[in-house]
């Protein structure tokens, strides 16, 4: 199994930038899909953004064109990259690894079997 620790929350203002990491143990990245879910207060997890094992990339909606996810097979490491910061971004950002193939279209906190223990991001306006 793969052990998981994301870093890089923090406050910023909003139009600011964060790169979120999440560095891996245990198992390649590469191996999985990788996702990124936040959650804010008082709202269900929400899945963000997906990397599959041959790199391709999936974004919600609501973060598309502002966020970039990617994979560093190297330091066995994937991050996200987030542009243009909305107060709405405000949450917990967690890291997940799935064993499966779920495609990231149809993916929920359910299919993904590895968690962080997440990062908090705040925005400020």
């Known amino acids: 199994q793969v052990q998981l620790v994301e870093s890089g929350g923090g406050l910023v203002q909003a139009g600011g930038s964060l790169r979120l990491s999440c560095a891996a143990s245990g198992r390649t990245v590469s191996t999985y899909n990788m996702g990124w879910f936040r959650q804010a207060p008082g709202k269900e997890r929400e899945f963000v953004s997906g990397?599959?094992?041959?790199?391709?990339?999936y974004y919600a909606d609501s973060v598309k064109g502002r966020f970039t996810i990617s994979r560093d097979n190297a330091k066995n490491t994937v991050y996200l990259q987030m542009n243009s910061l909305k107060p709405e971004d405000t949450a917990v950002y967690y890291c997940?690894?799935?064993?499966?193939?779920?495609?990231?279209?149809?993916?929920?906190?359910?299919?993904?079997?590895?968690w962080g223990q997440g990062t908090q991001v705040t925005v400020s306006s």
């Open positions: 997940a690894a799935d064993r499966g193939y779920t495609a990231f279209t149809l993916a929920t906190d359910e299919d993904f079997d590895y």
């Open positions: 990397i599959s094992r041959p790199g391709g990339t």
